[in-house]
């Protein structure tokens, strides 16, 4: 690896696409760097750079570009192939084709100019959720964190955390970085964006998610979820999981009480889904890119 390479990944963030791809390519980051990877991380919107920690710019050429967002990077990555950099983009579907192509779930046929790599072995998961001993639940399963994404993009949080409540559960709505604070109540706690949301999901009994990067974390942590998908993309990996019998249900409609039998059944299976490992796996596809 040449020293002065460097690798750069571009993001993108917003309430329409939610906050997952930042969040994740954060991660990313942080990752390559320990591993002595240089690294520049910049948001492809002003949306997104504003939720990106600062940090002291690389000189010189980046040798890779990452690319994560599900939408508006085609000319980017044809600018950046004609800048003769190697470009690897994260769960893309678009036109434009990369030389790397590494995807959680094909939702669509799959491309790339060299290789993909596809499955929920990619999936990142944080240091902040990979550090955390999964926590043993209690018989009770009454305490309940409704975290649906950063954006909350179908506005269900309220309603299924006010469903909850009337059925006796204790109940924490947090909201994700990309929603208005904008709403009391006191029938259930309501946190905006906490530090230590890592400790908060896994101290709960069970959880309402979305089926982006907040369900991964429960799937990872033995977390029996329920998942309310906000895209058709959402729904396709909830549905995959719910025929692994690894989440409670889907589907704002269909949740209702369950059973001690489910949530530990849900517990177990959802954990072998993913083993934490997907940090790893891209490290060792971008140092031999290197």
């Known amino acids: 690896m040449n020293e002065k390479s460097f ?4 993001c993108d963030g917003n309430p329409i696409i939610g906050f997952g791809h930042i969040r994740r390519s954060i991660a990313l980051a942080n990752f390559l760097t320990k591993q002595n990877i240089f690294v520049k991380l910049s948001g492809l919107s002003e949306d997104a750079t504003k939720y990106l920690p600062q940090s002291d710019y690389v000189t010189g050429k980046a040798q890779i570009c990452i690319f994560d967002s599900m939408i508006g990077i085609d000319s980017r990555i044809a600018e950046a192939k004609k800048k003769g950099k190697i470009t690897v983009t994260l769960d893309w579907f678009g036109d434009t084709v990369a030389d790397i192509n590494i995807v959680v779930f094909p939702h669509q046929e799959v491309k790339a100019l060299k290789m993909s ?3 929920f072995e990619n999936i990142i998961i944080r240091d902040e959720i990979l550090s955390l001993k999964p926590k043993k639940k209690n018989t009770g399963w009454q305490n309940v964190i409704v975290s649906i994404g950063g954006a ?3 506005k269900q949080s309220y309603q299924v955390a006010e469903f909850l409540c009337n059925r006796d559960f204790k109940v924490t709505v947090v909201q994700g970085p990309l929603t208005n604070p904008n709403l009391t109540t006191k029938s259930f706690h309501v946190l905006h964006n906490p ?3 890592p ?4 101290s709960c009994d069970w959880a309402v998610t979305n089926g982006g990067g907040c369900l991964f974390e429960t799937l990872f942590l033995g ?5 309310l998908p906000q895209t058709p ?3 396709r990996i909830a549905n995959f999981a719910a025929k692994k019998n690894a989440i409670l249900g889907a589907g704002i409609e269909n949740i209702r009480d369950f059973s001690n039998e489910e949530f530990e059944v849900v517990s177990k299976n959802g954990m072998n889904l993913i083993d934490g490992q997907g940090l790893r796996r891209i490290y ?3 140092k031999e890119l290197l």
Do not use: A, R, T
Request: aromatic share 22%.
């Open 199 to 202: 400790e908060i999901l896994n």
């Open 284 to 286: 060792n596809i971008i």
């Open 117 to 119: 790599y596809v499955g």
């Open 233 to 235: 993309f959402e729904w």
């Open 7 to 10: 690798v750069e990944i571009f």
């Open 152 to 154: 909350d993009l179908l």
């Open 195 to 197: 530090d230590n949301f």
């Open 223 to 227: 977390i029996p979820s329920f998942v």
